[in-house]
């Protein structure tokens, strides 16, 4: 079946240092998605990403998706202490039995700030 | 104030025993989820329904079961047959875009 991998588990950085996440799909996807979940709190949606090489920026926050639509990234620049949690990203193919297509979430990475 | 509420926050069950945690949504949403949250992993798929009276098991349905009588509630039962049901449960429901979760229910099973 389809498996999203999602590298480091854990970073550890100062404030002001850059912070990077990487997704890699075993299959081609349709479209990727990343949430934030904060200590204790639920996963929140950030953004989407559809077309091949595509490229969207929030603030401090820039989201990449793969030419061959099997990888993303997200980084953030000049970290901030309340960019702590858990950065998750989710790929979604078709079909799966389900209209919306399957979102297959990886494992998520935490990221610790220290002031 | 829209949005997915799921109650109990907290949910303490004695081993053997069945437990229904609920999930209510009035974002007018037709599909609705349940993940389950495990430390280090990330959000495995239990059961999802499309819509009213219909639902599909996902990933790791084996010991839960779901109902979809309302567009608004999606319940899910954790039965007795589920050997490792401490962990944190995520209800959500979802626009063709975007998924919004609920504030999700600590089970612990003692």
């Given amino acids: 079946g389809q498996q999203v991998m999602q590298i480091p588990q854990y970073q550890h950085v100062q404030e002001g240092e850059d912070f990077t996440t990487y997704c890699n799909s075993s299959t081609t996807l349709s479209n990727i998605q990343w949430y934030k979940q904060r200590p204790g709190g639920h996963p929140v949606f950030l953004i989407q990403l559809v077309k091949s090489g595509e490229v969207k920026k929030q603030k401090r926050l820039t989201f990449q998706f793969g030419e061959a639509k099997k990888n993303s990234s997200l980084h953030i620049t000049a970290t901030q202490t309340t960019d702590v949690g858990t950065y998750f990203c989710a790929g979604r193919t078709r079909g799966g039995g389900t209209s919306y297509g399957k979102l297959t979430f990886g494992q998520g990475t935490i990221l610790t700030v220290h002031p | ?110």
Avoid at chain 2, 15 to 30: A, I, K, P, R, Y
Avoid at chain 2, 62 to 91: D, H, I, M, W
Avoid at chain 2, 99 to 105: A, C, I, K, V
Wanted: include cysteine.
């Fill in chain 2, 1 to 110: 104030d829209g949005g997915i509420t799921q109650s109990p926050k907290y949910l303490f069950r004695k081993e053997g025993q069945n437990v229904t945690l609920s999930c209510e949504q009035n974002l007018n949403h037709d599909a609705m989820y349940w993940y389950r949250q495990d430390p280090g992993q990330g959000l495995r798929l239990i059961y999802y329904s499309q819509i009213v009276n219909d639902f599909q098991k996902g990933d790791i349905a084996e010991g839960y079961s779901v109902s979809r009588e309302k567009k608004e509630s999606f319940p899910l039962t954790v039965t007795s047959a589920q050997k490792n049901p401490t962990a944190f449960y995520l209800c959500a429901s979802r626009t063709e875009e975007t998924q919004y979760f609920g504030p999700g229910t600590r089970l612990l099973v003692l």
